[in-house]
């Protein structure tokens, strides 16, 4: 009998946001401002098997990255349930989860805290991480000086070498030089390999899904659409984006 690891129920997320409006009007009228609601993501549920390997599809705004940053806990649900079932999560993902203004070291002892880890099962980690990151005497300047390859290279390697029960990848694998995508690519798949493990990957890329995914959630305007085995999904999911 499988085993659940993601169970999602009914989950709305709204981003609030203020029409324009004008300062001196309002100083004067002493009226509240108009706040506009946007559905990113609208009452979606499924499940996700331990061990499967769940592709997310959508164009762009359909609420994909808004999603897994709800799952890993970055973001907090306007209604609705998530539970993970007491596996341990991490999101890589360009943006996410860095101290602009810390080094690259640091950084890799504050992200592997937030996901659970000890400071010294992290300090026994870390040689094997920066070494996988390729990031050289970089590792200890400041992130705001990353570029975005650099960024991804770090973040990757963190998650890659700091295994969690569920891994969760928005676009990364599609940044950085050649070497390295091969590289991430390769150490991706030997992570997958773990049947223990679940992971869910947004990317725009159908032939990497198709290659990695078991099953594909394809969101449209912030609801699902479809769910289902990689193949058929993408093969409907490609008909409608022509």
């Not at 947004?202 to 290659?211: A, E, F, G, I, M």
């Amino acid at each position: 009998m499988s085993e659940c690891a993601i169970e999602v129920k009914n989950l709305c997320v709204n981003y609030r946001g203020l029409q324009k409006y004008s300062i001196r009007r309002n100083f004067f009228t002493f009226k509240r401002k108009k706040v506009e609601m946007f559905e990113a993501v609208k009452n979606v549920s499924f499940t996700v098997e331990k061990g499967e390997i769940l592709g997310i599809v959508g164009r762009n705004g359909s609420g994909k990255s808004t999603l897994l940053k709800t799952l890993a806990g970055i973001f907090s649900p306007d209604s609705g349930t998530i539970d993970t079932k007491g596996n341990s999560v991490s999101l890589l993902s360009i943006g996410v989860g860095f101290q602009r203004e810390m080094t690259g070291r640091e950084n890799i002892m504050l992200s592997g805290m937030l996901l659970g880890f000890d400071e010294a099962f992290i300090r026994q980690k870390e040689a094997e991480i920066i070494e996988f990151s390729e990031l050289g005497k970089f590792i200890d300047m400041p992130v705001k000086s990353y570029s975005s390859g650099m960024y991804s290279k770090l973040a990757f390697s963190i998650t890659a070498i700091l295994e969690t029960d569920i891994m969760m990848i928005d676009e990364v694998l599609s940044v950085g030089d050649a070497k390295f995508k091969k590289k991430s690519y390769a150490k991706m798949k030997s992570l997958i390999n773990d049947q223990n493990r679940t992971v869910l990957i947004v990317s725009h890329s159908s032939d990497t899904l198709r290659k990695l995914c078991t099953s594909i959630l394809w969101l449209h305007d912030g609801e699902v659409r479809k769910i289902g085995k990689a193949s058929e999904v993408l093969a409907e999911y490609e008909e409608f984006m022509k």
